[in-house]
Nanobody
């Protein structure tokens, strides 16, 4: 089970940190990712952290967002800086199990960037 939190309303240029807590230790066998979906748009991958701790970022967030994880807390974070109105979306935590090749989703958390 994945529990996402940390969304909210922030002004342009501001920062937020999203958290995604897993119910057990899963990082050794799961890629962890953050996706987002804006109204009228398809869900898109924002950032991903792999089992070897390497990372991937969408071009639109590169240099502004940082994905990280705390193995002891079974928690993945998305630090979002220099937020823009176009970052407004519902953000979803995701895990991809590399053994079963199944995707699992947490509930979304709304991020609104507006003045």
């Amino acid at each position: 089970q994945l529990q996402a939190s940390g969304g909210g309303l922030v002004q342009p240029g501001g920062s937020l940190r999203l958290s995604c807590a897993a119910s057990r230790s899963i990082f050794s066998t799961n890629y962890m990712g953050w996706y987002r979906q804006a109204p009228g748009n398809q869900r898109e991958l924002v950032a991903q952290i792999f089992t070897d701790s390497s990372t991937y970022y969408a071009d639109s967030v590169k240099g502004r967002f940082t994905i990280s994880r705390d193995n002891a807390k079974n928690t993945v974070y998305l630090q979002m800086n220099s937020l823009k109105p176009e970052d407004t979306a519902v953000y979803f935590c995701n895990r991809y199990n590399t053994i079963s090749r199944m995707n699992y989703w947490g509930q979304g958390t709304l991020v609104t960037v507006s003045s």
